[in-house]
Structure formats: structure tokens, C-alpha cells
């Protein structure tokens, strides 16, 4: 079944490789080919977000049952949640010097993700600073709990409400999707394919930091 | 061998679509041997 899921991830990533670069797109005025980051970049922006919110589901879980496994979870993810926050960071400053002319200039969108990989800092600065591993479990859930709650203002809400020069949200304002139907399929693709690449990182992340927590147990025994 | 070297002079894209494949695999390929190296470290001490 694993080896299915991990192929599955394999072929679809390559297919938006594959189609992403070669296949032409329609002429889309002062993006031209650029917009084809959209394949890469939104994915790395959407898995932050999937990936904070599971932190924040996992701390629920671990509050309600006090299964060490799950604060091991909610830590796992939000890990990989600030890595894919840094990598659509970097790939969006990097996209914003050939369209903006500068990699930083404190776009709505550039400073909402800022204030986002500060938050989610603090919760690595929390987490390490506690050494009792239930205390540290237990604030940390509660952190991350109120971390996740201000996602959804960073990423969805805030740069709506402010005039950006960055492109229209997929889902505009209309809540309608306007992009042409190949360009759709192989973004919609990349969605699934870093969706479960996620998946698999999250569940080695998660397998390791259990082996090490139950190590960290025997030695102290 | 040759008319494919002419084929990736004269479009470029297909070089960077070729680099970004290789990347790829390296990247799948080295997760497998951790997926697979973690799963031995879980044989050898049960959770």
C-alpha cells in the first residue's frame, strides 16, 4: 500500500514537471511564462497552510488525550509547515525581482508570510526552551492552537483586504476560478502530488521523532 | 546520441526541464532510503 501511495507521488510530481515546463500557456499579460511558478510555488503556500492547520488539530488531540504521539505529530508538521512556508517564501521573492523588480518590498502578501514564519519561530524558540516533556507537550499544543488560528488571517484574509500587486488568489474575490482548463488539471495535479508528498514527509518525521523520544526515555530509565 | 545533443542545444527549455527531473529523482530517491533506514530503526527497537 506504501510503496503505491509513495509511487502514485512519484509519477504525479513528475507529470507536473514534465507538463509545467513544456506545455504551452495561454498569454497571460505581465506574467508571460512566469506564470508557470503558479505549478510550484502555490503548492509550497497551500502545504504551509494544510500543514499549520494539522499542527493545530494534533495539539487539540493531544489536550484531550495526553498521547505523547500526538504532540510529536503537531511538532513533526509544523516543522514541515515552516519549511514550505520558507520554500514559497523563497520562491516567491525570487519570482517578485523579475516581475516586481525587487526579491522584498513588503507586499501585503510578502509581509503576512513574514509575520507567519515569526510566529511559528516562536514556537521552535518555545518548544526548546522547556525541558519537562509534558509541560513543554502541553504549551506548545496550547501555542500552536492559537498559532493556527491566526493562519487563516494571514494567508486568506489579510492580503485580500489590502491593494497587493500580487496576482489574483485562485479562487478570486468572486469565488470563481478563472484559469484555463490545461493550466487547471496540472495545478490542480501539483496540489494532490505536494499534498501527499507532504503526507509521507510528515509520517517519516513524525516515525523519527518518536524513536528518538522513546530513546530519550530509555536512557533517563 | 548526437541528435539529441542538436535537439537540446536548440531548446533550451528541455535542458531545464531535464536538470529539474534529475533533482527530483535524487530528492525521491533519497527519501526512500530514509523511509526505508527509518523502518529498520523501528524493527530493531519496537515502538
Redesign the interface.
Known amino acids: 500500500m506504501k510503496n503505491i501511495f509513495t509511487g502514485l507521488t512519484f509519477v504525479l510530481i513528475t507529470f507536473v514537471i514534465i507538463t509545467g515546463i513544456v506545455l504551452p500557456i495561454p498569454d497571460i499579460p505581465a506574467l508571460g511564462d512566469k506564470a508557470r511558478v503558479l505549478y510550484f510555488h502555490v503548492p509550497m503556500s497551500w502545504i504551509s497552510v494544510l500543514a499549520f492547520f494539522m499542527s493545530m488539530w494534533y495539539s487539540i488531540r493531544y489536550l484531550k488525550t495526553r498521547e505523547a504521539d500526538y504532540d510529536l505529530k503537531s511538532y513533526s508538521s509544523a516543522q514541515l509547515g515552516f519549511l514550505f512556508c520558507i520554500l514559497a517564501t523563497a520562491t516567491g521573492s525570487l519570482w517578485a525581482k523579475f516581475n516586481w523588480g525587487s526579491f522584498w518590498n513588503w507586499d501585503p502578501r510578502q509581509t503576512s508570510i513574514f509575520i507567519l514564519l515569526m510566529i511559528y519561530g516562536a514556537y521552535f524558540a518555545l518548544r526548546s526552551a522547556i525541558d519537562s516533556d509534558e509541560q513543554r507537550a502541553k504549551l506548545s499544543s496550547v501555542y500552536s492552537i492559537i498559532a493556527g488560528v491566526t493562519v487563516p488571517f494571514f494567508v486568506f484574509i489579510m492580503p485580500r483586504l489590502v491593494e497587493s500587486l500580487h496576482p489574483d488568489p485562485i479562487i478570486n474575490s468572486q469565488g470563481k476560478i478563472h484559469m484555463d482548463s490545461t493550466m487547471l488539471t496540472v495545478f490542480l495535479t501539483s496540489l494532490v502530488g505536494f499534498t501527499m508528498l507532504y503526507l509521507w514527509i510528515l509520517n517519516m518525521k513524525f516515525r523519527l521523532e518518536r524513536l528518538q523520544f522513546k530513546k530519550l526515555k530509555n536512557s533517563e530509565n | 546520441m548526437t541528435s539529441l545533443y542538436d535537439f537540446l542545444e536548440t531548446n533550451s ?2 535542458v ?2 531535464l536538470i ?2 534529475i533533482i ?1 529523482i535524487g530528492i ?1 530517491a533519497y ?2 532510503s ?2 526505508g533506514k ?1 523502518k529498520k ?2 524493527q530493531d ?1 519496537p ?1
Open positions: 527549455m528541455y531545464v526541464l529539474v527531473l527530483w525521491f527519501l526512500r530514509m523511509d527509518i530503526l523501528e527497537s515502538v
